[in-house]
């Protein structure tokens, strides 16, 4: 038997008193214990604060994406031993993978997510504001790294993916985190991180972790803390006012259970691809790691007419399921991860079966392979079904944290919708259809109930990650019953751990601050051309002011010829009545291609390439005898990441440069602007 042991002020510690005992899902046998009693959370999220955190802010983006990079290599290599302990779990080598390589793909997923922010700890987000006349006072956000630590309560059902899809995000966002998995398995979290301590990849303090049931962790989170929460609503309720939670205005993320649906459309008959598609969903999401997961399938909504063929199909499916010990070939589908769950199921089954009868499934009778079912947590696969979803509302209120499912009818699309409202808010819904109106519907009348809407089909199907799967690009979380928070979901979910600051003051401040170009902010000339410097050594706002041009008709005739181009207002002058031009244009990619001929330095030097067009706008026409010249501004700079064992480009020292083009007439009105970039060789 083992005690496990909490990580925290940079040392395993045990907690006090006996523990919270764990069991093997499969046999009922004691594992061990866990224990968080005696903690001292003042000073554990104080540790994280000073200590963790301030090494973290210093980093940046791409510095804090490669930590995750090699954290997430560094666990792969030792899957192995975490799919040996997640079998007492009850959960099959499939379920296991959504669970450990699942969880590891998300360090993966957020560590790509460098190349998506800055080269700093900070992102400036959006768009300048201009704030006065001259240009001379402006507005910006910008998002640091909150100086508090993440507090992370996570849910039984997924041990390691709990973790580590929360942590990937606060990580790359700079912030330590606290991790307190359930106590009834957090034998298997404790045994990944362990991995993670021993690795010495993190800094110290940057991440600790709370086996025991964790009673007081929040009594200290201060305002710059972050509180997230997964598991039941009723639990989520009670956290989210907390005293400290309230008095500190603490930012608090709840994912909770929900009684998620998936909708057959009207013209998924019996024969359509789209009717099998749905059948094997519904079944894998009731069986899959034994219905326990926050995004299972709950209520099954069907035209009223193919309740009879859906139940008949879904019944054969489930029969052929396999129950017991997942080591033993053949079986497809483990137990609850302990006979206290199981319990709590077959309590709101018992409420549910009291309105809504078992069309498929014998809770009292059924057998197990390899394992004894009166010792392990073992429920085979439950079908309910509710005649009349509209009276008999408990299926919308009651959830059975197992493999239980409830098949409905409905006559219209709108009751569709109505009945998949009737959740009150949940993670995710599948629309099962080919026909685009039916989906178009679904998805504008009921987006408003649900955080993840998932159409499925015949095209969709080969590739979809399936209704039950959140992906870390996309928000995880829903309305409501599902908590009305959002977990993961990209870039999006890094910002929830950066405040968000406008800041004010002249386009040259802003400029320093940012270290990000502000539109009339100092420009400062060199003697040298930037195309002749390296990347260490060009400066935000250093400029070049080009030499000048003037345009002329041989101008157009040949960019047109060039490009084939003949647009009638660059060509004819008769068919001008109308327009908003008083003569032949030239062609706005001339004026950029000419802006290019000017501010290029024809020599070979540290340029590389041309690495693309971030936006252009052309701002005002310029007709022959109009002159034009060019302000190239230095506007961001972006270290790239490089490998010397690779070829080709990725082997090259180097950066991406972000360039100002401010191409002017002869007033000195802005005629074109855009931002071009760069691929410029490194020094070192």
């Not at 979380?477 to 890094?494: D, T």
């Not at 047109?560 to 068919?575: C, E, I, K, L």
């Amino acid at each position: 038997m083992q005690h496990l042991h909490n990580y925290v002020l940079g040392q395993w510690m045990p907690g006090d008193g006996d523990g919270i005992p764990q069991y093997h899902a499969l046999t009922g046998e004691l594992i061990g214990t866990a224990s968080s009693e005696g903690l001292d959370y003042e000073r554990i999220l104080d540790y994280g604060r000073t200590s963790g955190g301030p090494v973290l802010r210093r980093m940046t983006f791409p510095e804090r994406g490669r930590m995750l990079k090699a954290l997430a290599l560094y666990l792969m290599d030792r899957k192995e031993a975490y799919y040996r302990v997640s079998h007492q779990t009850g959960a099959t080598r499939a379920d296991s993978w959504v669970d450990i390589e699942g969880g590891i793909g998300n360090l993966f997923a957020y560590s790509s997510l460098r190349r998506r922010f800055p080269n700093e700890p900070y992102y400036v987000e959006g768009e300048t504001i201009r704030l006065s006349k001259e240009n001379t006072f402006i507005g910006h956000h910008i998002l640091v790294p909150k100086q508090g630590v993440a507090v992370h309560i996570n849910a039984f059902n997924f041990p390691i993916w709990g973790m580590l899809e929360k942590v990937a995000v606060n990580l790359l966002a700079g912030v330590p985190a606290v991790v307190k998995p359930s106590e009834q398995t957090s034998y298997l979290t404790e045994a990944m991180f362990r991995d993670i301590i021993i690795s010495g990849i993190l800094p110290e303090g940057a991440l600790q972790l709370v086996v025991g049931a964790g009673r007081g962790i929040l009594d200290s989170v201060q305002s710059q803390d972050v509180v997230t929460f997964t598991g039941s609503a009723e639990t989520g309720r009670k956290l989210r006012t907390h005293p400290a939670i309230v008095q500190h205005s603490v930012p608090f993320t709840m994912e909770a259970d929900s009684l998620n649906a998936a909708i057959l459309g009207a013209d998924a008959v019996p024969g359509t691809p789209e009717f099998d598609i749905f059948i094997k969903e519904c079944r894998r999401e009731m069986v899959t790691k034994a219905g326990q997961k926050c995004t299972a399938i709950r209520r099954i909504i069907v035209p009223e007419s193919l309740l009879e063929d859906v139940q008949k199909a879904l019944s054969k499916e489930l029969a052929k399921n396999v129950l017991g010990d997942p080591s033993v070939e053949g079986v497809r589908m483990g137990a609850l991860i302990n006979r206290q769950q199981l319990e709590r199921v077959q309590e709101n089954l018992a409420l549910l079966t009291a309105e809504t009868p078992a069309v498929f499934g014998n809770w009292d009778n059924f057998e197990v392979v390899g394992a004894d079912r009166n010792k392990g947590a073992f429920l085979p696969p439950v079908l309910l079904l509710n005649d009349r979803p509209f009276v008999k509302i408990r299926s919308h209120e009651t959830e059975c944290f197992g493999p239980v499912s409830t098949l409905m009818p409905y006559k219209t699309l709108d009751e569709a919708i109505h009945l998949a409202n009737l959740g009150k808010g949940s993670l995710v819904s599948t629309i099962c259809t080919q026909d685009p109106a039916v989906m178009r519907e679904y998805v504008l009348e009921a987006a408003a109930f649900h955080g993840r809407i998932h159409i499925l089909n015949r095209t969709s199907a080969k590739e979809s990650t399936g209704h039950g799967a959140p992906m870390p690009m996309l928000v995880h979380g829903g309305p409501g019953r599902a908590g009305g928070g959002e977990e993961m979901g990209g870039m999006r979910g890094v910002l929830h751990y950066l405040q968000r600051t406008a800041i004010q003051g002249h386009p040259t401040d802003i400029t320093a601050v940012t270290n990000q170009y502000q539109t009339g902010g100092a420009q400062t000339e060199t003697p040298v051309h930037p195309f002749k410097k390296y990347f260490e050594e060009l400066f935000v706002g250093e400029t070049l002011v080009t030499a000048k041009h003037t345009v002329s008709e041989a101008d157009i005739h040949n960019f047109a010829n060039v490009s084939g181009d003949n647009f009638y207002a660059h060509m004819d002058a008769t068919a001008l009545e109308g327009t908003p031009f008083t003569g032949r244009v030239a062609h706005g990619y001339f004026v950029l291609s000419k802006a290019a001929g000017l501010f290029v330095d024809a020599k070979k030097g540290p340029v590389l390439l041309n690495y693309g067009l971030d936006e252009c706008r052309f701002t005002k026409p310029v007709y022959p005898g109009m002159t034009i010249g060019v302000k190239l501004t230095v506007k961001e700079k972006i270290e790239q990441e490089h490998d010397p064992s690779k070829e080709g480009v990725a082997a090259i020292p180097r950066g991406i440069v972000k360039w100002l083009v401010d191409v002017y007439d002869e007033t000195g009105e802005t005629v074109a602007i855009a931002t071009i970039l760069t691929m410029v060789r490194s020094e070192r």
